[in-house]
């Protein structure tokens, strides 16, 4: 069983940054891919950003891109998303994901409870 745990989630202003954290099992890097989604109030859970485990290879979505940032750390079991220049639009519960998250919400196995962000104006 994968377990993922999510940090770093707050209250920023608009133009600020954040730095998401997820802890996870030992040698999950190794067997999946991991993402970061993110769900806003009264929407759907969307993709933000993914890194491969071969190779290292990241994705992002359109929204996001040039702002964020999607990191692994493999010793110490944890995926980053840096976040700058938050917009308000942003504001959402930012969830970990590992499997294959460049296929959607369908491809994740495992989930993580999720980490609030808040960006006001």
């Known amino acids: 069983q994968v377990q993922l745990v999510e940090s770093g989630g707050g209250l920023v202003q608009a133009g600020g940054s954040l730095r998401l954290s997820c802890a996870a099992s030992?040698?999950?890097?190794?067997?999946?891919?991991t993402g970061w989604f993110r769900q806003a109030p009264g929407k759907e859970r969307e993709f933000v950003a993914a890194?491969?485990?071969?190779?290292?290879?990241?994705v992002y979505a359109d929204s996001v891109k040039g702002r964020f940032t999607i990191s692994r750390d493999n010793a110490k079991n944890t995926v980053y998303l840096q976040m700058n220049s938050l917009k308000s639009e942003d504001t959402a519960v930012y969830y970990c994901?590992?499997?294959?998250?460049?296929?959607?919400?369908?491809?994740?196995?495992?989930w993580g409870k999720g980490t609030l962000v808040t960006v006001s104006l």
């Open positions: 994901a590992v499997g294959n998250p460049e296929a959607g919400t369908s491809g994740v196995h495992y």
């Open positions: 030992a040698g999950t890097f190794t067997t999946y891919a």
């Open positions: 890194i491969r485990w071969r190779g290292g290879r990241t």
